[in-house]
């Protein structure tokens, strides 16, 4: 086997906009360096490294290769086991060609959820793909969506080369957990990457788990990358962290799509809103997670006439700003997110919040009918 560089060679790392040295080897993350100054929160760091999206993308003769990495998962005391690492998702022109459990690598252990965290660190594991088909092709390694991978070394029994151009058209998506998309069952059964895949499109995912607050930080971001469609799925994390209220919400919307417009003035861009969420369709947050275990609001429904936020006014809100916005702007378009799933498949939330992996592949092929159908906002 041969090694080949990461960095700096024919590999190309796609779905990650900036690379972190360390130790072992390199970090991608979905948002460039120059953002961490402008957010204090650590809660925010963890999605921008968690890879969901993030691919290595190359040509080979080679029969078999071998990923070196090393992951970071988490821990709590009282649990018998770290959380799981996720799959490693190979792909042959296009096509499926293996998936490996992510090797376990450094765990984070904490008391409880949010409080201070203690490395148990770990060392760096492989995992390998065999009988790969004879002659030059294309590959696409995916990183697993829920957990930070750092790349250390690529080996090959063949000579690896840089990929061809791409030509698809480039969708560039934000959102929050639910279209980071923890709890699919690979990094290629994330919502995104099954629509891009049925759309015939490349997708950046700058989804951040816990954290899709209309941060000028990331309009920054897609303002000044290439992007031939955009999409923003905006509401569940501002309502269950109760962040604005009516006044705020809506200017804050308007910003937000100002300062992407000053970079993609003419660009397809999709404005969404969350999906069916019965514990805040109305009902203002903060939340919280009930005895069950699923997410109930502790907000006052009678606070909304004050313009406390629930879904119900950040939908009626978000469609009320695309109809203002259309006569000047053509090209920016609404979607209610329950078109992707709705009030009937509330089942499908096994914390009361986030899709399962099924519905997320659900999720994914019902808005490439919507966004790449011949009469969609993609088209």
């Given amino acids: 086997m041969r090694a080949f560089p990461l960095v700096g060679g024919p590999v190309e790392l796609r779905g990650a906009l900036d690379l972190e040295e360390t130790q072992a080897g390199v970090m991608p993350r979905r948002l460039p360096a120059w953002t961490k100054e402008q957010y204090q929160d650590p809660s925010v760091h963890g999605p921008t490294v968690m890879p969901s999206g993030v691919r290595l993308v190359f040509r080979t003769d080679a029969r078999a290769l071998e990923f070196e990495v090393l992951t970071s998962t988490g821990q709590l005391d009282t649990d018998p086991r770290p959380r799981p690492t996720g799959m490693l998702e190979l792909l042959v022109d296009g096509a499926h060609a293996g998936r490996r459990q992510a090797p376990l690598g450094n765990v984070m252990r904490m008391a409880s959820p949010g409080t201070a965290q203690r490395l148990v660190p770990g060392t760096p594991g492989t995992v390998r793909f065999d009988g790969l088909p004879t002659g030059m092709k294309n590959v696409e390694l995916w990183l697993p969506q829920q957990t930070p991978t750092e790349l250390v070394a690529l080996r090959a029994d063949g000579e690896v080369l840089a990929p061809l151009p791409d030509g698809r058209r480039r969708w560039v998506h934000h959102g929050s957990s639910i279209s980071h998309c923890l709890e699919a069952d690979g990094p290629t059964g994330t919502w995104p990457v099954v629509a891009a895949s049925l759309g015939g499109v490349e997708v950046i995912n700058l989804s951040q788990a816990g954290n899709d607050m209309l941060d000028p930080y990331v309009a920054r971001t897609i303002r000044d990358m290439p992007a031939d469609l955009i999409s923003l799925k905006v509401g569940i994390n501002i309502v269950a962290l109760a962040t604005f209220r009516l006044r705020t919400f809506g200017p804050a919307v308007h910003g937000f799509l100002d300062t992407i417009?000053?970079?993609?003035?003419?660009?397809?861009?999709?404005?969404?809103?969350?999906?069916?969420?019965?514990?805040?369709?109305?009902?203002?947050?903060?939340?919280?997670?009930?005895?069950?275990?699923?997410?109930?609001?502790?907000?006052?429904?009678?606070?909304v006439a004050r313009g406390a936020l629930s879904l119900k006014v950040v939908r009626d809100e978000l469609a009320r700003i695309v109809a203002a916005r259309r006569a000047r702007d053509p090209h920016l378009h609404y979607l209610d997110g329950r078109t992707l799933l709705g009030p009937g498949e509330v089942d499908d939330l096994a914390d009361g919040l986030h899709p399962t992996a099924a519905a997320y592949h659900r999720m994914g092929t019902r808005f490439a009918a919507h966004a790449f159908a011949d009469d969609g906002p993609f088209r």
């Fill in 261 to 303: 417009r000053e970079g993609h003035p003419d660009t397809p861009l999709l404005l969404m809103s969350p999906v069916s969420c019965p514990a805040l369709d109305a009902t203002p947050g903060p939340t919280a997670i009930g005895p069950d275990g699923k997410i109930t609001a502790l907000g006052d429904p009678a606070d």
